[in-house]
C-alpha cells in the first residue's frame, strides 16, 4: 500500500513562508493566502508564481481548504 502525504495547512504555510512570506503560526490555509497576495502585491515574492504552479499541478493530494486558498486567492491574483 502506498501512504501519500497530504498537502495540509501547516505545508501550504511552511512553503509559503520559506519564500519569505510573513505569516503566523496557524493561520488558515486562506489566511495564508492572503497574506501572500498582500506581500505579492506591495514587493513581490520571488518564487512564488512557481510555487503556485508546482502546487496547482498536486490538487489531488491537497486538503480541500488548502485547494479552496489556492484556486480562489492567489491563482487569480498571478494570472
Known sequence: MMIVDLIDDDDFRDRLVALGIRIPEGASPETSAR?????????????????????????????????????????????
Open 35 to 79: 497574506l501572500a497576495r498582500l506581500q505579492h502585491d506591495e514587493e513581490g515574492v520571488p518564487g512564488l508564481q512557481e510555487l503556485v504552479q508546482a502546487l496547482g499541478e498536486r490538487t489531488d493530494i491537497m486538503l480541500p481548504s488548502v485547494r479552496a486558498a489556492l484556486h480562489e486567492v492567489l491563482l487569480p491574483a498571478l494570472q
